[in-house]
């Protein structure tokens, strides 16, 4: 299953990438592939902006604005004016999403 | 004691108490066993239906040794959400291990990790405090879905330690392990199965429950209300049905939405679960007699349950593992401006109705 057609907000900088392959690793969603020892991103739209990649690659040749995709979270946000947050950080009361 | 010997820290005996000893002895006397107790099995269950009672699930964060550990065995981290760590130690039956778990206040590994708890530098402060002289090795195994927040080359440049990202599942970590930490690639992928989906729903269900007693209230009271005060006939004769559709928008929303998520079209979860509705409603909307209550209460139907079912749906983008917060953004964009005026225009409607039904127009 995939999420709205190119969405996400991931990008890849292919003249940073050393083809360590980390991000294919760290990516639960297969949306790299390792090719000509370069990262290729497959299908955008697999993304869902964890943003494991973009943290561990230690060439920073990922962006990813990374967040809880999980819509009481964002509706949680815009009443508090903050982050988007479920308060699966212990910030706030949780609001069950994950 | 010579370490190399290896168990050490069997189930009769812990090394003396000395200075050197002092951390391995602190783990030791956390011992856990892979085997799960009654309650553990009761406390799985209820996790999944009581937010209140899964929040509150968690273990002390710290080292803990599951077996027999010596100082080459392997390190696994965990959250301290007691369903997290007691998966992570039932799958590792007839290995001995250090099992470290980080202060994420009793959220599982990826959500905390999404949220920073299960992150570089918990995991660090741990490893400073709890794996000093205990294991002779560099080599501590990250669950994959705890990287959103654990910088493996952060955390190499200040400890030392090598993170191994291990699978996503804790019932592959034997075969990782085997493999000489080696995952496959669908050890590397989350599924999201009809059975993933539906031990999801009753948390979906159930939250949104208390909204329906809102609802059925509000029904009941609205068409209830007469000059001469709340008419229980009249409640009950139009509300019954409209109770009984309430019920079926839960569960077209939290139930069939998430179940058959693969099924119904469209990527959008509001469009899925205003389709659901819509669906849900004009199968049972001739047998409750909606279409004989005239025009408006029809209407209202029409516009109001599937607009519920996909404000219901909307909510599983939360559990659901494909779905990131610039896509959830957009559908907010679009939906909660159609959600605000579809319940100002609902509620007209019910004004028109019981305006006629009182005989003022």
Known sequence: ?98 | MDSKDGGYCGPECCPPNNEDNAPIVAACRTKVTTEWSRSDHVGQILCRLSNSFRMKYSVPPGLYALGAPDKQSDVFASANYKLSFDILRRSLKGINAWILVLDTKGINVWCAAGEGTFGTDELVKRIDENLQNVVAHKRIIVPQLGAPGVAAHVVRKKTGFNVYFGPVRAEDIRAYVEAGYEATKAMRAVEFDFIDRLVLTPMEIIPSLKLFVVYALSILIIFGLQPVGLVFNEAWGYGLPFLALGLLTVLSGALFTPVFLNLIPFRSFAIKGWLAGMIALAVAAPYLGVFEMGKPLAWFAFLFFPLASSYIALQFTGASVFTGISGVKKELKFAIPVYVAGAFVSLALLVVFKLGRLGMI
């Not at chain 1, 907000?9 to 090719?35: H, M």
């Not at chain 1, 955008?44 to 990374?66: F, H, P, Q, R, T």
């Open chain 1, 1 to 98: 299953m995939k999420y709205l057609h190119d969405t996400a907000s991931l990008e890849l900088f292919t003249e940073k990438c050393t083809g360590c392959g980390v991000c294919a690793e760290v990516c639960p969603r297969e949306v790299y592939v390792i090719s000509e020892k370069k990262a290729v991103i497959t299908d955008k739209d697999l993304c869902m902006e964890c943003g494991a990649c973009a943290l561990n690659c230690a060439y920073d040749a990922i962006k990813v604005s990374a967040g809880v995709g999980c819509a009481s979270a964002v509706i949680n946000g815009m009443i508090t004016g903050g982050e988007p947050s479920c308060g699966c950080g212990g910030k706030t009361d949780n609001a069950g999403c994950c």
